[in-house]
């Protein structure tokens, strides 16, 4: 299994971006999928999540309204659409799966296989 995030990049605030992870060796519409963050000198959280029962969606407060995650089934892909970026939100992101059930988690030692990470900076 194998996960290739993509998309990270310099924005300044207001701005947006399109996070995408590409996945092989699995589907990702069979687990659920989700993204994190690390920003330096903190813990990684759980930016956001969709649950394979029954679709349903997770978001951090901090993000919630501004960001949007979805799967791509056609191209085995999970993406994060970020807008209205703050300084707040520079971070490592990670692409995710959990294989172990299908609900959602905000706790990243559930989560089995993981992307590279992909850096996002939001400066003026």
């Known amino acids: 299994v194998q996960l290739q995030a993509s998309g990270g990049g310099s924005v300044q605030p207001g701005g947006s971006l399109r996070l995408s992870c590409a996945a092989s060796?699995?589907?990702?519409?069979?687990?659920?999928i989700a993204w994190f963050r690390q920003a330096p000198g903190k813990e990684r959280e759980g930016v956001s999540c969709i649950s394979t029962s029954d679709g349903s969606t997770y978001y951090a407060d901090s993000v919630k309204g501004r960001f949007t995650i979805s799967r791509d089934n056609a191209r085995n892909t999970m993406n994060l659409r970020m807008n209205r970026l703050k300084p707040e939100d520079t971070a490592v992101y990670y692409c995710?799966?959990?294989?172990?059930?299908?609900?959602?988690?905000?706790?990243?030692?559930?989560?089995?296989?993981w992307g590279q990470g992909t850096l996002v900076t939001v400066s003026s």
């Open positions: 995710a799966i959990k294989v172990i059930s299908p609900w959602c988690s905000g706790n990243s030692y559930e989560f089995d296989y």
């Open positions: 060796g699995i589907t990702v519409n069979g687990y659920a």
